[in-house]
Protein backbone atom coordinates (compact mmCIF):
# COMPACT_ATOMS: atom_id res chain seq x y z
CA UNK A 1 0.00 0.00 0.00
CA UNK A 2 0.78 3.56 -0.17
CA UNK A 3 3.17 5.12 2.31
CA UNK A 4 2.68 8.35 4.41
CA UNK A 5 5.87 9.24 6.80
CA UNK A 6 5.33 12.08 9.54
CA UNK A 7 8.45 13.86 11.06
CA UNK A 8 9.15 14.48 13.80
CA UNK A 9 7.69 11.14 15.69
CA UNK A 10 7.18 13.28 19.15
CA UNK A 11 8.57 16.81 20.24
CA UNK A 12 8.23 18.06 23.23
CA UNK A 13 8.53 22.34 23.66
CA UNK A 14 7.59 24.87 25.75
CA UNK A 15 4.63 26.56 26.25
CA UNK A 16 4.42 29.60 23.89
CA UNK A 17 7.46 27.94 21.34
CA UNK A 18 6.17 26.93 17.78
CA UNK A 19 6.26 23.84 17.07
CA UNK A 20 6.03 22.70 12.82
CA UNK A 21 4.92 19.15 11.78
CA UNK A 22 5.51 17.45 8.40
CA UNK A 23 3.54 15.02 6.55
CA UNK A 24 4.68 13.37 3.59
CA UNK A 25 3.29 11.03 1.10
CA UNK A 26 6.02 9.17 -0.11
CA UNK A 27 5.13 7.07 -3.16
CA UNK A 28 2.19 9.00 -4.76
CA UNK A 29 0.87 12.17 -4.76
CA UNK A 30 -1.64 13.69 -2.84
CA UNK A 31 -3.84 17.05 -3.69
CA UNK A 32 -5.62 16.45 -0.28
CA UNK A 33 -4.22 15.43 2.87
CA UNK A 34 -5.71 15.77 6.58
CA UNK A 35 -4.72 16.51 10.12
CA UNK A 36 -6.23 14.51 12.99
CA UNK A 37 -5.54 15.09 16.86
CA UNK A 38 -6.06 12.30 18.99
CA UNK A 39 -6.31 12.42 22.91
CA UNK A 40 -5.66 9.54 24.52
CA UNK A 41 -8.29 6.37 24.59
CA UNK A 42 -10.41 8.86 22.48
CA UNK A 43 -11.05 8.68 18.23
CA UNK A 44 -9.84 11.06 16.03
CA UNK A 45 -10.99 14.12 15.16
CA UNK A 46 -10.65 16.06 12.07
CA UNK A 47 -8.80 19.22 12.49
CA UNK A 48 -8.77 20.10 8.92
CA UNK A 49 -8.73 19.83 5.05
CA UNK A 50 -5.41 20.26 3.36
CA UNK A 51 -5.38 21.10 -0.10
CA UNK A 52 -2.49 21.80 -2.46
CA UNK A 53 -2.34 25.24 -3.92
CA UNK A 54 -5.21 26.71 -1.87
CA UNK A 55 -6.23 27.61 1.37
CA UNK A 56 -6.82 24.63 4.02
CA UNK A 57 -10.26 24.30 5.29
CA UNK A 58 -11.02 24.36 8.78
CA UNK A 59 -13.41 21.91 10.84
CA UNK A 60 -16.18 24.18 13.02
CA UNK A 61 -14.02 25.29 16.42
CA UNK A 62 -10.67 24.78 14.85
CA UNK A 63 -8.76 27.89 15.08
CA UNK A 64 -7.26 28.54 12.08
CA UNK A 65 -4.70 31.24 13.39
CA UNK A 66 -3.27 28.95 16.15
CA UNK A 67 -2.97 25.41 13.85
CA UNK A 68 -0.81 27.06 10.42
CA UNK A 69 -1.69 24.25 7.34
CA UNK A 70 0.62 24.74 4.27
CA UNK A 71 0.19 21.99 1.31
CA UNK A 72 3.78 23.00 0.25
CA UNK A 73 3.90 20.09 -2.98
CA UNK A 74 2.05 17.65 -3.66
CA UNK A 75 3.66 15.07 -1.22
CA UNK A 76 4.11 17.84 1.72
CA UNK A 77 1.59 19.28 4.04
CA UNK A 78 3.03 20.66 7.01
CA UNK A 79 0.75 21.40 10.49
CA UNK A 80 2.48 24.66 12.45
CA UNK A 81 0.82 24.75 16.53
CA UNK A 82 1.32 28.49 16.85
CA UNK A 83 2.16 29.54 20.64
CA UNK A 84 1.71 26.34 22.11
CA UNK A 85 0.12 25.85 24.98
CA UNK A 86 -0.46 22.64 27.17
CA UNK A 87 -3.86 21.74 26.23
CA UNK A 88 -2.20 21.64 22.71
CA UNK A 89 -0.83 18.12 23.96
CA UNK A 90 -1.75 15.24 21.86
CA UNK A 91 -1.49 13.14 19.11
CA UNK A 92 -1.78 14.64 15.95
CA UNK A 93 -2.13 12.12 12.75
CA UNK A 94 -2.62 13.17 9.00
CA UNK A 95 -3.79 10.93 5.80
CA UNK A 96 -3.87 11.52 2.52
CA UNK A 97 -6.02 8.99 0.11
CA UNK A 98 -3.89 6.93 -2.34
CA UNK A 99 -3.44 8.63 -5.43
CA UNK A 100 -6.15 8.14 -7.90
CA UNK A 101 -7.67 4.85 -5.61
CA UNK A 102 -9.53 8.04 -3.52
CA UNK A 103 -11.31 5.54 -1.16
CA UNK A 104 -8.21 4.19 0.09
CA UNK A 105 -6.80 6.39 2.86
CA UNK A 106 -3.18 6.14 4.04
CA UNK A 107 -2.61 7.09 7.57
CA UNK A 108 0.78 8.75 8.66
CA UNK A 109 1.99 6.84 11.76
CA UNK A 110 1.88 10.02 14.04
CA UNK A 111 3.27 12.45 15.56
CA UNK A 112 3.25 13.02 19.25
CA UNK A 113 3.17 16.74 21.09
CA UNK A 114 4.08 17.54 25.09
CA UNK A 115 3.91 20.76 25.39
CA UNK A 116 5.36 21.80 29.06
CA UNK B 1 -24.26 15.26 9.92
CA UNK B 2 -22.72 11.73 9.96
CA UNK B 3 -22.02 9.75 13.10
CA UNK B 4 -20.42 6.57 13.67
CA UNK B 5 -20.76 4.06 17.02
CA UNK B 6 -18.97 1.48 17.87
CA UNK B 7 -19.14 -0.76 21.34
CA UNK B 8 -15.85 0.30 23.59
CA UNK B 9 -14.33 -2.57 24.62
CA UNK B 10 -13.91 -6.70 23.79
CA UNK B 11 -12.57 -9.54 25.32
CA UNK B 12 -12.05 -12.71 23.77
CA UNK B 13 -9.16 -15.53 24.49
CA UNK B 14 -6.76 -16.56 21.77
CA UNK B 15 -7.56 -18.99 19.27
CA UNK B 16 -11.60 -17.68 19.64
CA UNK B 17 -13.36 -15.43 16.91
CA UNK B 18 -13.73 -11.83 17.34
CA UNK B 19 -16.61 -9.95 16.11
CA UNK B 20 -16.71 -5.73 16.29
CA UNK B 21 -19.66 -3.95 15.50
CA UNK B 22 -20.40 -0.78 14.38
CA UNK B 23 -23.41 1.14 13.34
CA UNK B 24 -23.32 4.40 11.05
CA UNK B 25 -26.10 6.55 9.86
CA UNK B 26 -25.23 8.23 6.68
CA UNK B 27 -27.63 6.48 4.14
CA UNK B 28 -25.43 7.82 1.04
CA UNK B 29 -22.18 6.02 2.26
CA UNK B 30 -19.95 5.08 -0.37
CA UNK B 31 -17.06 3.06 1.78
CA UNK B 32 -16.59 1.51 4.89
CA UNK B 33 -13.47 0.67 6.58
CA UNK B 34 -11.51 -1.06 8.98
CA UNK B 35 -8.53 0.20 10.88
CA UNK B 36 -5.96 -0.80 13.40
CA UNK B 37 -4.25 1.56 15.66
CA UNK B 38 -1.75 -0.14 18.28
CA UNK B 39 -0.19 1.77 20.79
CA UNK B 40 1.16 5.40 20.04
CA UNK B 41 1.02 4.28 16.17
CA UNK B 42 -0.70 5.52 13.51
CA UNK B 43 -3.96 3.85 11.98
CA UNK B 44 -3.49 0.64 9.65
CA UNK B 45 -5.73 0.22 6.96
CA UNK B 46 -6.73 -3.27 7.68
CA UNK B 47 -9.76 -3.88 4.75
CA UNK B 48 -12.58 -1.72 3.33
CA UNK B 49 -16.01 -2.58 1.46
CA UNK B 50 -18.10 -0.84 -0.96
CA UNK B 51 -21.35 -0.23 0.03
CA UNK B 52 -22.94 -2.54 -2.84
CA UNK B 53 -21.49 -5.32 -1.52
CA UNK B 54 -22.61 -7.41 1.53
CA UNK B 55 -19.29 -9.04 2.09
CA UNK B 56 -15.74 -9.03 2.02
CA UNK B 57 -13.37 -11.65 2.88
CA UNK B 58 -9.73 -11.45 3.16
CA UNK B 59 -7.74 -14.40 5.09
CA UNK B 60 -8.75 -14.48 8.76
CA UNK B 61 -10.61 -10.85 8.63
CA UNK B 62 -14.57 -10.81 7.56
CA UNK B 63 -16.23 -7.73 6.50
CA UNK B 64 -20.50 -8.04 6.72
CA UNK B 65 -22.46 -5.00 5.77
CA UNK B 66 -26.00 -4.58 6.56
CA UNK B 67 -27.01 -1.73 4.50
CA UNK B 68 -30.44 -1.65 5.09
CA UNK B 69 -29.60 -1.35 8.92
CA UNK B 70 -26.63 0.38 8.38
CA UNK B 71 -24.66 -2.01 10.12
CA UNK B 72 -21.00 -2.89 9.44
CA UNK B 73 -18.86 -5.94 11.03
CA UNK B 74 -15.52 -7.24 11.50
CA UNK B 75 -14.66 -10.88 12.08
CA UNK B 76 -11.30 -12.00 13.31
CA UNK B 77 -10.95 -15.87 12.87
CA UNK B 78 -8.48 -17.73 15.77
CA UNK B 79 -7.56 -14.27 17.03
CA UNK B 80 -3.81 -14.39 18.30
CA UNK B 81 -2.28 -11.87 21.11
CA UNK B 82 -0.57 -9.62 18.38
CA UNK B 83 -4.60 -8.41 17.42
CA UNK B 84 -4.78 -6.74 20.54
CA UNK B 85 -5.39 -2.96 19.56
CA UNK B 86 -7.89 -0.57 18.89
CA UNK B 87 -9.97 -1.18 16.12
CA UNK B 88 -11.86 1.64 14.19
CA UNK B 89 -14.56 2.23 11.74
CA UNK B 90 -15.19 4.64 9.68
CA UNK B 91 -17.08 5.35 6.57
CA UNK B 92 -16.84 7.90 3.76
CA UNK B 93 -18.93 9.23 0.98
CA UNK B 94 -17.08 10.07 -2.60
CA UNK B 95 -19.31 13.44 -2.90
CA UNK B 96 -17.01 14.73 0.27
CA UNK B 97 -14.01 16.59 -0.93
CA UNK B 98 -10.77 14.00 -1.09
CA UNK B 99 -13.16 10.96 0.54
CA UNK B 100 -13.23 12.24 4.01
CA UNK B 101 -13.76 9.49 6.52
CA UNK B 102 -15.66 9.95 9.83
CA UNK B 103 -14.71 7.36 12.41
CA UNK B 104 -16.16 5.73 15.31
CA UNK B 105 -15.00 5.70 18.60
CA UNK B 106 -13.21 2.92 18.67
CA UNK B 107 -13.56 -0.65 20.04
CA UNK B 108 -10.54 -1.68 22.70
CA UNK B 109 -9.79 -5.56 21.83
CA UNK B 110 -7.95 -7.76 24.20
CA UNK B 111 -6.93 -10.99 23.79
CA UNK B 112 -6.11 -13.12 26.67
CA UNK B 113 -3.88 -16.13 26.21
Known amino acids: GAVVSQHPSWVICKSGTSVKIECRSL??????MFWYRQFPKQSLMLMAT?????????EQGVEKDKFLINHASLTLSTLTVTSAHPEDSSFYICSAPAGGRTYEQYFGPGTRLTVT | GEDVEQSLFLSVREGDSSVINCTYT??????LYWYKQEPGAGLQLLTYIFSNMDMKQDQRLTVLLNKKDKHLSLRIADTQTGDSAIYFCAESNKTRAGNMLTFGGGTRLMVKP
Open chain 2, 26 to 31: DSSSTY
Open chain 1, 27 to 32: DFQATT
Open chain 1, 50 to 58: SNEGSKATY
